[in-house]
């Protein structure tokens, strides 16, 4: 199936935003970027804060979709998955293009928790907690929902120090505390 404009001009638009950022990407740059005019752009979103919405919807079902499906590939048990988590995660941080989580960049732009673009990032998050929460439930580990978030900070941080550049195999790093956490809880 084609590509609507809109559809198009969501795609294109998130590229720009992950590259760039939000605040520093006005209407002109988004018009020299894409080639979409802001006529087209205002027709199909009023405001900037509509388009980022958009993108970061388009974000989200796409690292989600990737993420759950390359867990799934690497790895035939859900306790292995949630391990394989951060082997996906490395390949992800290898990408030409690699500028950390968009998520935490949209919030820490938009830092009102009230704000639209800071619910959509929080929303993001939680989807992913509550798909790795099921993995654990499904491992037969006793307190899936802690373990979860647990593992979800060690994912966030090794985002944050992959894209700082603050260590040479971030996700391995944190894939080795994963085992250990898992190894606990199961005990």
């Known amino acids: 199936m084609r590509p609507t404009k809109r559809d198009e001009l969501v795609q294109k638009a998130l590229t720009v935003f992950y590259q760039n950022?939000?605040?520093a990407t006005g209407m002109d740059t988004l018009v020299k970027q894409?080639?979409?005019s802001k006529t087209s752009m205002y027709k199909?979103?009023?405001t900037k804060e509509e388009l980022i919405l958009a993108a970061l919807r388009l974000r989200d079902e796409k690292f989600r979709n990737w993420l759950c499906r390359r867990m799934e590939e690497l790895a035939d048990t859900p306790k292995d998955q949630l391990v394989a988590m951060f082997d996906a995660l490395d390949e992800w941080f290898k990408e030409p293009g690699y500028k950390g989580c968009m998520f935490v960049k949209a919030s820490s732009e938009y830092q009102d928790a009230s704000h639209p673009i800071h619910m959509q990032c929080a929303d993001h998050k939680?989807?992913?907690?509550r798909h790795i929460t099921g993995l654990a439930e499904k491992a037969g580990i006793s307190d899936p929902g802690q373990i979860a978030r647990r593992l979800l900070l060690l994912k966030e941080g090794a985002i944050v120090t992959s894209h700082l550049g603050?260590?040479?195999?971030?996700?391995g790093e944190a894939k080795l505390a994963a085992i250990d956490l898992l190894q606990a809880a199961a005990r």
Do not use: S, V, Y
Request: proline letters at 5%; glycine letters at 10%; hydrophobic letters at 40%.
């Open 166 to 171: 603050l260590a040479d195999n971030p996700a």
């Open 21 to 23: 950022g939000f605040h």
């Open 126 to 129: 939680r989807l992913l907690e």
């Open 34 to 36: 894409t080639g979409i």
């Open 44 to 46: 199909h979103f009023r």
